[in-house]
C-alpha cells in the first residue's frame, strides 16, 4: 500500500507531533463484518457492528504507540457515540479519558444515503472542529469512523490516522499526514 507521507519525512511528523498543535482522526479498530442494525440503538451494542479480537488488539496497539512515542494527547479524547468507537478510545486511552462527540453519528451516516443537505451540514460540522487548535503543547484526538472515497477525510484503514494542522476558526485545516497502524508503530 502506498501512504501519503508527511513532507519532511516520519522523523519530522513525529518531532511535530511531539510538539503538539495537531489533530489525530483515528478510525475505529476493525469490526466485525455486517453492517448496523436499521433501528440502531446508541445504547445498545446489540444493534451495532462491534470490534473484533483484532479491532481490540489494534486499538490497544495504538494506544502503546502513542504513548512510547511520547505523542501528547489533550484529554478527555473524543469518540463518536457507536459502541465500536467508543470500546477503541477506552481500550487506547482508558474509559474515564474519553468523551462522546455526537459529531461522529453524522461521519458514520456518511456511508449511507444522504441527501446533499445533510451531507453538507455534517461536513461543515466538522470543518469546524478541525479547525480548532488543541491546547498549546498538546494533539487533540478523535476516535470516528472512515468517510466515502472523494469525502471529508476520504476512506481511512482500520485504526488508520489522518494528522490534521488546524489553521484556525473559520481558515479551514491542512492534511498533513495519513498514517496506518502498521506505520504509526515505526515512527
Known sequence: ???????????????????????????????????DQPYLDLNNCYTQRNLSDTGRRQAILYGDAIRRLQIPIEYPVHASPLCRTRETASLAFGGMNVQV?????????????????????????????????????????????????????????????VVVKPLGRGNGYEIVARIPLEQLQYL
Do not use: C
Open 101 to 161: 462527540d455526537p459529531i461522529g453519528y453524522g461521519i458514520n451516516q456518511l456511508s449511507g444515503h444522504l441527501n446533499w443537505w445533510d451531507q453538507e451540514r455534517i461536513l461543515n460540522d466538522l470543518q469546524s472542529v478541525l479547525e480548532i487548535p488543541p491546547s498549546i503543547g498538546k494533539n487533540k484526538v478523535i476516535v470516528a469512523h472512515s468517510f466515502p472515497k472523494g469525502v471529508g477525510l476520504g476512506n481511512i484503514p482500520n485504526m488508520g490516522t
Open 1 to 35: 500500500m502506498n501512504y501519503p507521507q508527511y513532507v519532511g519525512g516520519e522523523h519530522s511528523l513525529l518531532n511535530s507531533l511531539q510538539q503538539g498543535g495537531y489533530i489525530l482522526y483515528a478510525r475505529h479498530g476493525e469490526a466485525h463484518v455486517g453492517s
